[in-house]
């Protein structure tokens, strides 16, 4: 079992650089929806520190969203390939940019949630409930989900669970960085919402979490001792 003082030690090597990402465009079955069709993002690349305000929802706050929002909704049948993908900032993909698609040293877990909607167009984006349907961490090896991510250009591959009703969602993909979190509000969250429409889909009802809520800022996988 690796400690968290070990973890911290190891996370803390790299410092403090301001390697940043955003989540920007998704593909399903290796056929991208474009390059911020559908998803609702900042034009700045930085965290969300505080677990208890709304910007971690799907960002915000310091990093404001672009507005309008897109309109594009993203169609995924349900048992589908589905890939995230980051970059360092809008425009850093395919550059020579060092902290492409983040910084090496934001080592951290990514997850996926869930939360059906009336309508992925709508601008309300506060009081829904949320489901886990992905999640990477630390590996046996001592890497991390970020460092599988970094190998593979930013992109994170998962699959959309085929128990998952059909219907529209936004899709929240999440990248906590670890490198600052020995200190309280130091865990760097990055996140943005995707809108989808689930099809072909199953009948689960899976237990859900609200945002904010489902983190507190003494958390073990937030702040760690």
């Not at 520190?49 to 960002?59: E, G, S």
């Not at 409930?129 to 970094?150: C, P, R």
């Not at 929240?172 to 990055?190: C, D, F, M």
Request: hydrophobic letters at 40%; one cysteine or more; glycine letters at 12%.
């Amino acid at each position: 079992m690796i400690s968290s003082s070990f973890l911290l030690g190891v996370l803390s090597l790299a410092g403090y650089t301001l390697g940043h990402t955003i989540f920007q465009e998704v593909s399903v079955n290796g056929v991208s929806a474009g390059h911020l069709k559908g998803i609702r993002y900042p034009n700045y690349d930085g965290p969300i520190n505080d677990v208890t305000t709304n910007d971690v929802i799907c960002n915000g706050g310091p990093n404001p969203l672009v507005t309008p929002y897109d309109t594009t909704i993203i169609d995924v049948p349900a048992g589908a390939t589905v890939t995230a993908e980051f970059h360092h900032t809008l425009t850093s993909a395919g550059t020579s940019d060092g902290d492409e698609p983040i910084s090496a040293s934001h080592k951290g877990p990514i997850m996926v949630y869930l939360a059906k909607v009336p309508s992925a167009l709508q601008t309300t984006m506060t009081g829904l409930q949320w489901f886990k349907i992905y999640e990477d961490g630390l590996h046996s090896d001592g890497t991390w989900a970020v460092d599988t991510m970094i190998a593979n250009k930013g992109k994170v591959n998962f699959q959309m669970p085929v128990c998952v009703p059909s219907g529209e969602y936004f899709m929240r993909v999440e990248l906590i960085a670890l490198h600052a979190a020995g200190s309280l509000l130091g865990a760097q969250l990055y996140m943005e919402c995707a809108q989808i429409r689930v099809t072909g889909g199953g009948s689960a009802s899976p237990a859900t979490v609200s945002f904010p809520g489902a983190y507190t800022q003494s958390d073990p996988g937030i702040l760690i001792k």
